[in-house]
């Protein structure tokens, strides 16, 4: 079994899609095994965020990140990573494919409702920038 990071964005939570995203996980076979709701301050986006520092899009990206609450996720499964990033769609909406969360749900580039780890490394270093073992079921 394998784990991975989900983020309901804050466009999503602060649309009340909590529900329906919560939904989309379970019934692709994904179990959520920790889930909380925080908020973070905009060092903490920067720090989370921090492999796209160079990025232009970075200083904006954080921003929205810190500009309301979010929920964080550990997910669990077999290529957890693979099956949530399937679900989730395209990074872009626009070109998302048809029956994922990002085509359903996002709203650009930048507020595209859901984050995914990308790979079993990046994981663990963000399941870990949020939880505690003791946290994780
Ligand atoms: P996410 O999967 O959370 O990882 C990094 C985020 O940066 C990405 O989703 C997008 O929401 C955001 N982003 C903003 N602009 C860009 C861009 N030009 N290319 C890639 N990601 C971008």
């Given at each position: 079994m394998d784990q991975t990071l989900a983020i309901i964005k804050p466009d999503a939570a602060s649309r009340a899609l909590t529900g329906k995203i919560v939904s989309r996980i379970e019934s692709n076979g994904l179990k959520i095994i920790a889930m909380k709701l925080i908020h973070m301050s905009k060092d903490q986006a920067e720090d989370f965020y921090i492999?796209?520092?160079?990025?232009?899009?970075?200083?904006?990206?954080?921003?929205?990140?810190?500009?309301?609450?979010?929920?964080?996720?550990?997910?669990?499964?077999?290529?957890?990573?693979?099956?949530?990033?399937?679900?989730?769609?395209?990074?872009?909406?626009?070109?998302?494919?048809?029956?994922?969360?990002?085509?359903?749900?996002?709203?650009?580039?930048?507020?595209?409702?859901?984050?995914?780890?990308?790979?079993?490394s990046s994981a663990a270093r963000e399941i870990a920038f949020f939880f505690s073992e003791l946290e994780i079921m």
């Open positions: 492999e796209h520092k160079e990025r232009p899009f970075f200083d904006s990206l954080t921003d929205y990140m810190a500009s309301g609450p979010c929920y964080v996720i550990v997910l669990e499964g077999e290529k957890a990573q693979l099956q949530w990033r399937d679900a989730m769609g395209a990074t872009n909406p626009v070109d998302a494919a048809d029956g994922t969360i990002r085509k359903d749900f996002g709203q650009s580039l930048e507020q595209n409702s859901v984050h995914g780890s990308d790979s079993p």
